[in-house]
């Protein structure tokens, strides 16, 4: 299996205390690895909420959806939450029927994703953790 | 549009496909092991797991790969090794031990890490580990198709550890092995030298010599092109090439003054004794006996033993057979004092073609040259010979001079013929 998107850095950005982490074309081990990394970095960073974004993401595979629920889990652990945005139609089949819709939040795109977290934040709903 | 139910079989299917993928692909065990779990996670969207391997002999799950956990994993589990034994006895089967024993054992354990479903590893009746799962993304309980596609997927895992734990055993023992030759090789090279030590002891003036004839032929044969183990096979040849000395009269060997006719042909029965003593011997490489039976032939064909000529004489024995000419002219005698190079480069450039092969004899020099000129690193003519004996300046000429003589003897040779 070779990934095209080879040795490319994953692409994030920060907004205050949120981190937006593109995922590539292909979610699978070698670009999960690194996606999941990236995460690491942010949460560690002290950012209290995740946005993946998904809208190049045509496909993921079994390793990929593991390495999600690493990032869930990692993000819960550290008290942040985390947003899904722009999921492509293969990868929202896949989250919903594994349930990792269940400990996310969806949203339409990025700006969707950054406005329900500040919406969130105002009426006290996310929590509020401090590194 | 396919239903949820076949979507979940594609999904599963898939995973199975990048399982074989991974077990295959992948060289490193812990890798691999990583790998294989998240496949198994991300194939029933399963939050948390971990693969242990087994060490049965040392009684132990060492845990490879843990996801979802945490720092929660520990490094490893114990049980009690006796106690897989002992089951094993009673059932061919370790998976009945490890229901029995092994999750009770481990079910405080377990629960801390929330883990709720265990499935043995096993594979050709060896428990090789155990894939502990915890709850799905979902929250729903595993359904019976679900749990058919761990134990498939299990079962591939297992092997992928057995196969990798075979290989590394492999790889462990061809390392071994690997070892062992180089000490054999080692104690033969240490026991010959002994030998070749102890058959100079038997002439008090030439001591040394079997081992200084041992590195010239060395030198001679590498400088010929010989590969490693042939190089390393005839110096060994070189070290016991006078092995057959040692049935030898020690009087006749250090008599001080010439020997009569009858001491003489005593002495000369020693390369064929040589040839006895050794090539009995299997283990050791064909040319070790050659060398010690015609390294006293000549290419005229007045040598002893057999007075074989020209091609009759092995190559081995000829290369020999200069190199203990060269040490013996290099070195201190009974009765004379050794000779200064110029006097050596023109004993060899009257015997060669009579006595001595031209093209070991070019060999030889050839190597010489390199040293005299630098080409070489390590001064091994110069510790042989001592420092000063080789004057670069001085003999150089007359070492390029009777290369190019015998370049040319074999030239015109070639062209006469
Ligand atoms: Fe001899």
């Keep these: ?131 | 549009m396919p239903t949820a139910e076949t979507a979940k079989l594609i999904h599963a299917f898939a995973a199975l496909a990048d399982l074989g993928e991974e077990i295959a692909a992948t060289r490193d065990f812990d890798q691999m092991v990583r790998s294989t779990l998240h496949v198994v996670l991300g194939a029933l969207g399963i939050r948390r797991g971990a693969v242990a391997e087994c060490d049965a002999a040392a009684g132990e799950l060492r845990f490879v790969a843990a996801w979802g956990m945490g720092d929660d994993a520990p490094a490893s589990l114990s049980f009690d090794p006796r106690l897989l034994e002992e089951s094993l006895r009673d059932s061919a089967d370790p998976a009945h031990f490890f229901e029995r024993h092994l999750k009770s054992n481990f079910r405080a354990e377990l629960e801390r890490l929330k883990v709720g479903l265990v499935v043995p590893l096993v594979v050709h009746g060896e428990l090789v580990g155990a894939i502990m799962l915890g709850g799905k993304a979902t929250e729903e309980a595993f359904t019976p198709e679900e749990r058919e596609v761990v134990a498939t997927m299990a079962r591939h895992i297992g092997v992928g550890i057995y196969n990798h734990r075979l290989l590394r055993e492999v790889e462990r023992r061809a390392q071994e092995n690997r070892k062992l030759y180089e000490d054999l090789r080692a104690v033969y090279r240490n026991t010959v030298r002994a030998f070749a030590i102890a058959i100079d002891c038997k002439d008090k003036y030439t001591q040394g010599h079997s081992e200084r004839v041992g590195k010239y032929t060395e030198i001679i044969a590498r400088e010929l092109g010989w590969g490693e183990e042939e190089v390393d096979d005839i110096a060994i040849g070189g070290y016991l090439h006078d092995v057959g000395k040692l049935i030898v009269d020690r009087d006749i060997i250090n008599a001080p003054y010439k020997i009569d006719a009858k001491q003489s042909s005593e002495l000369n029965r020693h390369p064929a004794a040589g040839f006895e003593i050794l090539s009995p011997l299997h283990q050791i490489d064909d040319v070790i006996p050659t060398v010690a039976r015609y390294h006293h032939e000549r290419i005229d064909g007045r040598g002893y033993p057999e007075g074989l000529t020209g091609e009759q004489i092995p190559l081995c024995a000829k290369i020999v057979s200069a190199a203990d000419a060269f040490d013996a002219m290099t070195t201190d005698r009974t009765y004379k004092r050794r000779k200064e190079f110029p006097e050596v480069v023109e004993d060899f450039r009257k015997t060669t073609g009579k006595q001595f092969a031209p093209e070991v004899v070019v060999a030889l020099f050839s190597a010489i040259l390199k040293e005299v000129d630098g080409e070489t690193r390590e001064r091994r003519f110069a510790r042989l010979l001592g420092r000063d004996y080789l004057q670069p300046d001085l003999y150089r000429p007359l070492i390029v001079e009777l290369l190019a003589e015998l370049g040319q003897g074999e030239r015109a040779a070639a062209e006469t013929a």
């Design chain 1, 1 to 131: 299996m070779t990934d095209q998107a080879g040795e490319q850095p994953v692409r994030s950005e920060r907004a205050g205390d949120v981190a937006v982490v593109y995922a590539g074309e292909y979610l699978n081990k070698l670009s999960g690895e690194r996606v999941e990394r990236e995460c690491r970095r942010r949460l560690e960073e002290g950012c209290r909420a995740l946005v993946l974004d998904f809208r190049q993401t045509g496909m993921v595979n079994s390793i990929g959806v593991s390495i999600l629920l690493g990032v869930i889990d990692a993000a819960e652990r550290a008290g942040a939450s985390v947003v899904f945005s722009a999921v492509q139609h293969q990868a929202a089949q896949v989250f919903e029927m594994l349930g990792l819709t269940r400990h996310v939040r969806i949203a339409k795109n990025r700006t969707d994703a950054l406005a329900q977290i500040a919406n969130s934040a105002a009426v006290g709903v996310a929590p509020n953790k401090t590194k």
